[in-house]
């Protein structure tokens, strides 16, 4: 089977991911599209194919319908509702979960038989649901969760002390949302202790430009995609390379019979693994605040 992505959903998320796929060396070689908006995708799809002779690797762009689902390895849904300003994750459940409902039958319907990638919010509890309506292993259902604000928080610290953010080691957790936190007792830049680098009113500082930073995104030009589709992407490609990645993506909980973000390996099977990770009494407290807000967000449903 070849590797073939089927994109659901192409608006500022979804073409975000398709460009950043197009500009990176990845295994993938199919990407598919589908869209409500017919006409828009034939357009997307072919502006994108006419950048192939500038791409680091041929990828077949077309857009195509849920019969392509049958032989994908791995199904990207970033449809929905999109956060507006003044709203939160959560005020999109609703509108988001009808949505998904449809989606996700039409995708097992054909005969899907590999990974679902989640980016739509609020996305631990569209993830959640996706397992449910597929009536799949929890293995083969992945949210970006909090990858994205992981490479946030990443990125600023490196940015704060000059370093390069790749040897930067260190996660946001919980709920990609409101109640997110950072573990900062196993947060290292290299080697060495994050709290010689940081005071403790950094690391609050940080903490909360990390999880505010997308209503400043969104209030500034109305959303955000160019991070999240790049997170898409890394995701992708520690799948189809069957890498044994370590990523905070949203991934089940079975303690909590949620998915939830935290540092999950993944692979070809999707999650290979959630690790189990030691928190200091006041990070556990905040994890069971995420868990509390995702299982109330979920209780809304109707």
């Not at 709290?195 to 009113?201: A, G, M, P, R």
Request: some cysteine; hydrophobic content about 40%.
């Amino acid at each position: 089977m070849k590797n073939k992505i089927v994109l659901i959903g192409c608006g500022n998320v979804g073409m975000s991911y398709a460009y950043a796929l197009l500009n990176q060396k990845t295994p993938v070689e199919e990407l598919v599209l589908i869209d409500t908006n017919q006409e828009r995708i034939i357009g997307e799809a072919a502006d994108l194919s006419h950048g192939l002779p500038f791409a680091p690797s041929k990828i077949n762009i077309h857009v195509g319908n849920y019969e392509d689902c049958k032989d994908s390895k791995i199904v990207v849904i970033a449809a929905g509702s999109n956060q507006k300003p003044g709203e939160t994750r959560m005020d999109l459940i609703d509108k988001n979960s009808k949505i998904f409902a449809s989606i996700v039958k039409n995708v097992m319907d054909h005969g899907f038989m590999g990974i679902f990638l989640i980016a739509t919010n609020p996305l631990d509890v569209m993830t959640y649901l996706t397992w449910k309506y597929a009536g799949i292993d929890s293995n083969r259902v992945i949210g970006s969760g909090t990858s994205l604000d992981t490479a946030r928080l990443r990125y600023m610290i490196a940015e704060k002390l000059t370093v390069n953010p790749k040897n930067i080691h260190a996660y946001v957790m919980g709920e990609h949302g409101d109640s997110e936190f950072i573990p900062w007792s196993l947060a290292k830049v290299g080697l060495e202790d994050i709290n010689h680098f940081l005071s403790k009113e950094e690391q609050e500082e940080l903490h909360i430009e990390v999880r505010d930073a997308a209503y400043d995104i969104i209030n500034r030009k109305g959303s955000t995609c160019y991070g999240i589709g790049m997170c898409l992407v890394r995701i992708t490609s520690a799948i189809l390379g069957n890498e044994n990645t370590i990523l905070s993506v949203s991934s089940y909980d079975p303690n909590h019979d949620i998915f939830i973000g935290g540092p999950t390996i993944i692979n070809q099977d999707g999650v290979q693994k959630r690790m189990e990770i030691t928190l200091t009494d006041e990070e556990q407290a905040k994890y069971q605040k995420s868990v509390s807000k995702i299982k109330e967000a979920l209780a809304q449903i109707k």
